[in-house]
C-alpha cells in the first residue's frame, strides 16, 4: 500500500513538472523587424511603434500571445482565425 502511494506520487510529482516546463517554453513570436515597415520590434511588443501593424495578439480561449500569421494557438490549439468558406 505504501509503494503504491510513493509511485503515484512520483507520477503526480512528474506531471505537474512536465506540465510547468511546458507553461515555460515560449514559441517562438515576431521579433527583429516589422513585416510592414521593417523596424525593429521586440518578442514581447504587440504592435510596431512605428507603423501600428499589430505584430502578435492574445487567444481568445486561454488569453496566451501568439504570432498573428498563426491559424492556430500554440498554447491551447484553439483556431484563432475564421478559415476561409
Not at 17 to 34: A, D, M
Not at 35 to 62: K, M, T, Y
Request: proline letters at 6%.
Amino acid at each position: 500500500m505504501i509503494l503504491f502511494f510513493f509511485i503515484s506520487l512520483a507520477f503526480l510529482t512528474w506531471l505537474i513538472c512536465r506540465e510547468l516546463e511546458r507553461r515555460t517554453v515560449q514559441p517562438s513570436l515576431p521579433g527583429g523587424r516589422c513585416g510592414d515597415c521593417g523596424g525593429e520590434i521586440q518578442s514581447d511588443w504587440l504592435i510596431c511603434p512605428r507603423c501600428r501593424n499589430l505584430v502578435q495578439q492574445h487567444c481568445p480561449a486561454c488569453g496566451e500571445a501568439h504570432a498573428c500569421s498563426d491559424a492556430y494557438c500554440p498554447w491551447c490549439g484553439d483556431a484563432v482565425r475564421e478559415k476561409a468558406a
